[in-house]
C-alpha cells in the first residue's frame, strides 16, 4: 500500500506485534484530537497516507498471525492424533500383560518342585517350565515398553497443551490487529470524504506518481513459472483491494502475490517481509517480469514487476488491482521467486 489512500470493507485474519501495536495505537490517540473537517487537504492527505501506511502494517501483522494461527492449529491436530494412536497402544499394550499375567498366575499356582512330582510326564514339565521362564523375561520387556509409551503420552499431552495456549494467543492477537485495521481504515476513510472531488482526484493521481528518472527493463519473465504469474496478476487487475485476503475474488497486496505465483504452482509465504526473502534478490535495474518488488524499509507492500518500469498490486482499500509505476514510494528489494 505505500501512499495508500481510501477504504474498503474489511475481511480476513490476522495478527500483529507488540511493539508495532504500541506506534498504531499512540496514533490513533492522537489522530482522535483533530476533527476531520478541520484539517487542511495537504495535511489531511498526509494523514491519510499515513493511516494507509500504519493499516497495511498491521496488515501483513494480521497475516502472519494467521498464518501462525494456521501453522498451530495443523500441529494441535497432528499432536491429539498421535495421542490417540499412543493410548490405543497403550490399551492394548495393557489388554496383552493382563491376558499374560494371569496365565502366568494360574500356571505358577503350584510350587514347581511339587508340581515335579504330580506330573504325569516330568519332561512335559520341564518344558513347560522353560517356556514359563521366557514369557516372563517377555513380561519384563513389555512392561518397560509400556512406560516408555506412557512416558511419551506425558510428554505429547504437555506440548499439546503448550501449542494450545499457543494457538489461544495467536488468536487473541489476530482479533487485535483486526480491530486496529479497522480502525486506521474506518479513519482513513473518514479523511478522504472531506476532501473535495478536485482534492481526492489530485490524490488519486499524486498516489500513482513515480520517479520517471530511471531506466527500467521489459524484457521476458526470468522462466516459466514467473512468465504464469505475471499472466495470473494480470487476470486479478480491477479486482478489489480486500485486506487480508489471497483471492481470488479480493486480494491485500501479499495476498495478491501468494495466490498469482500459487497459479504458477509455486508456494510463497503469506507476508511481504516474508516475501522479500522468497528467492534471489536482484537489483531494481535488473528486474524482469514476475520478480517480486517490495517497498518502504519495513518491507510492508509488495508488488510484482511486469516489464517497462509497471508493476501490478492490490494498493490499498477502495483502489483495485491496478499498474502503477515501479518507483511510486522506496523500494526496499527486488526478488525473483
Not at 493410548?87 to 495393557?94: F, G, L, T, Y
Not at 503350584?110 to 513380561?139: C, G, M, N, W
Not at 479513519?187 to 472531506?194: G, Y
Not at 512468465?227 to 496478476?233: F, I, L, S
Amino acid at each position: 500500500m505505500g501512499s495508500h489512500r481510501s477504504v474498503a470493507p474489511a475481511s480476513g485474519f490476522n495478527r500483529g506485534a507488540g511493539a508495532a501495536l504500541c506506534a498504531l495505537s499512540a496514533a490513533a490517540a492522537a489522530l482522535g484530537a483533530v476533527p476531520a473537517h478541520a484539517a487542511p487537504s495537504g495535511e489531511t492527505r498526509a494523514e491519510v497516507d499515513r493511516l494507509y501506511t500504519e493499516a497495511e502494517q498491521a496488515t501483513e501483522a494480521f497475516n502472519q498471525a494467521g498464518e501462525k494461527a494456521g501453522k498451530l492449529r495443523r500441529e494441535v491436530s497432528g499432536a491429539q492424533d498421535a495421542i490417540a494412536r499412543q493410548q490405543e497402544r497403550i490399551n492394548a499394550m495393557r489388554e496383552r500383560l493382563g491376558a499374560l499375567a494371569g496365565a502366568q498366575y494360574r500356571a505358577g499356582g503350584l510350587d514347581p518342585s511339587i508340581a515335579l512330582l504330580f506330573s504325569d510326564d516330568p519332561d512335559e514339565y520341564l518344558d513347560k517350565a522353560a517356556t514359563l521362564d521366557r514369557l516372563t523375561v517377555h513380561q519384563a520387556g513389555q512392561l518397560r515398553e509400556l512406560q516408555s509409551a506412557m512416558r511419551e503420552l506425558s510428554q505429547d499431552r504437555a506440548e499439546a497443551a503448550g501449542k494450545l495456549g499457543e494457538l489461544e494467543k495467536s488468536r487473541r492477537a489476530v482479533a487485535t490487529h483486526k480491530r486496529t485495521v479497522e480502525r486506521k481504515l474506518a479513519r482513513a476513510r473518514e479523511l478522504l470524504n472531506s476532501l473535495s472531488p478536485s482534492e481526492r482526484a489530485d490524490y488519486d493521481r499524486v498516489s500513482r506518481s513515480g520517479r520517471d528518472d530511471m531506466p527500467f527493463p521489459g524484457g521476458q519473465a526470468s522462466s516459466p513459472r514467473a512468465a504464469a504469474a505475471v499472466a495470473a496478476a494480470r487476470s486479478a487487475l480491477g479486482r478489489p483491494y480486500v485486506w487480508g485476503a489471497s483471492g481470488p475474488t479480493g486480494f491485500d497486496c501479499s495476498g495478491l502475490m501468494q495466490w498469482s505465483y500459487g497459479q504458477a504452482g509455486v508456494s510463497l509465504p503469506r507476508t511481504s517481509q516474508a516475501q522479500a526473502h522468497a528467492g534471489r534478490r536482484v537489483p531494481l535495474s535488473q528486474a524482469q517480469p514476475g520478480d517480486i518488488v517490495t517497498y518502504r524499509s519495513d518491507a510492508s507492500h509488495v508488488g510484482m514487476y511486469v516489464g517497462n518500469g509497471q508493476v501490478i498490486h492490490a494498493p490499498y482499500p477502495g483502489a483495485p488491482v491496478r499498474y502503477d509505476p515501479v518507483g511510486m514510494m522506496p523500494v526496499s528489494s527486488v526478488t525473483r521467486p
